[in-house]
């Protein structure tokens, strides 16, 4: 017996069906002019359903069905096209041609994992059967709390997220993520989400304790790192070949890597020294200052504003550089001081009158990561 297939709303069984993709110089018009109608007849369809479905918007490499009918004649009965996995345009031929938009329906699952790194995030979560593209998002909230490239291999985590699927079947991704903690030099930092005025477009993420996960700087001007000379007194310098103090913090990465502003400031410089090569000098307040060395490419001028994470450069080896890098200098109060050694300031944080919410909110999905976790680590 041959199994029914619904989709679409229809019983394909009972169709012949033509299963497509759009090509380069495909229109609507010359797909279904195929099908036994004629220019003045795909006119008139065009026109009667313009209002719903845009003929013009049709990409190529999006499928199409059309579903015929089963006698010689093999008469079109409708024209389907998929712009997303998620939604899709029926043009009806059956009774009066007639277009209509309709939405597959989303389920939201919820699941918690707990795992230990073997390999990058993005390996790992693979690993675990979770949607890799995860990995970006957990890096971005955690940015100002944790270096990712000093996690060691072993080092725990858990995670609760939102997954979604299309008609229960279709796996769509993560939606969203809810709880997650990660052991960063023998503690676990807790990540929760929390909006201050109960916008879900304006969540911040905090601790356990209810402490801001935002600093005031990022850990480093890079998304991807390797340090390759420290802030020292005294270090012998690659190319003037003599030994001078080293004021910065030397990330090596490719050329053309994107450098980013740890603060939100205004640019005070831009330009180019023999020393320096290209660079950007930002001060982001009366006691602040950052600078960005050896640019390949400058991407913000003189007096700009700009935001935290902004990409005001390239990485390069202009200057004084035998290869590809930033040297990242720090400023406090006019004195340059090793960034990686300061207490760095924190973002505003919750109004107290607000902890309780917080709080009783976290709890529940504290206790669902901590016993999850509990239960992987026992074995």
């Known amino acids: 017996m041959i199994p029914v297939t619904v989709d679409f709303g229809f019983k394909l069984n009972d169709f012949n069906i033509v299963e497509d993709t759009i090509q380069s110089g495909d229109t609507f018009g010359s797909i279904i002019e195929k099908q036994n109608l004629n220019g003045n007849q795909v006119y008139d369809i065009v026109a009667k359903v313009k209002d719903t479905f845009d003929v013009r918007s049709i990409r190529k490499g999006k499928p199409y069905f059309i579903l015929r009918t089963k006698d010689k004649t093999n008469k079109i009965q409708a024209f389907i096209y998929q712009p997303d996995r998620l939604n899709y345009y029926i043009v009806d031929f059956r009774d009066s041609v007639v277009a209509h938009k309709k939405t597959r329906p989303v389920k939201f699952t919820t ?23 995860l990995a970006p998002k957990i890096a971005k909230i955690y940015a100002w709390s944790i270096d990712f490239f000093k996690l060691q291999k072993g080092d725990k985590f858990a995670i609760t997220f939102t997954e979604r699927y299309i008609n229960d079947t279709i796996y769509d ?16 930092i807790y990540a929760f989400p929390f909006s201050l005025d109960g916008s879900t477009n304006k969540q911040q993420y905090y601790d356990d304790e209810g402490k801001t996960l935002k600093n005031f700087f990022l850990k480093a001007p890079l998304k991807f790192v390797n340090i390759t000379s420290r802030y020292t007194k005294n270090r012998f310098h690659p190319v003037q070949k003599i030994w001078k103090a080293h004021n910065g913090t030397d990330y090596a990465a ?15 410089q831009a330009g180019y020294t023999t020393g320096n090569g290209n660079f950007v000098k930002v001060k982001h307040d009366r006691t602040y200052s950052t600078q960005y060395l050896h640019m390949s490419k400058i991407l913000v001028r003189r007096g700009q504003r700009v935001t935290q994470g902004q990409i005001i450069g390239k990485v390069g080896s202009t200057g004084l550089a035998t290869g590809p890098h930033v040297c990242y200098r720090f400023w406090k109060n006019g004195v340059q001081v090793d960034a990686l050694r300061l207490n ?36």
């Open 173 to 188: 991704g993560v939606d969203s993520l809810k709880a997650t903690y990660f052991e960063y030099k023998g503690k676990k």
């Open 111 to 133: 699941r918690t994992i707990a795992g230990a790194l073997n390999g990058s995030l993005s390996e790992t979560l693979q690993s675990l059967k979770v949607d890799p593209g």
């Open 254 to 268: 490719p050329t053309g890597t994107p450098i980013m502003t740890t603060a939100a400031g205004i640019v005070e």
């Open 344 to 379: 760095l300031p924190t973002s505003t944080p919750m109004n107290s009158t607000l902890k309780p919410k917080f709080m009783a909110q976290m709890q529940p999905l504290k206790k669902v990561l901590d016993s999850v976790s509990d239960l992987k680590f026992r074995k």
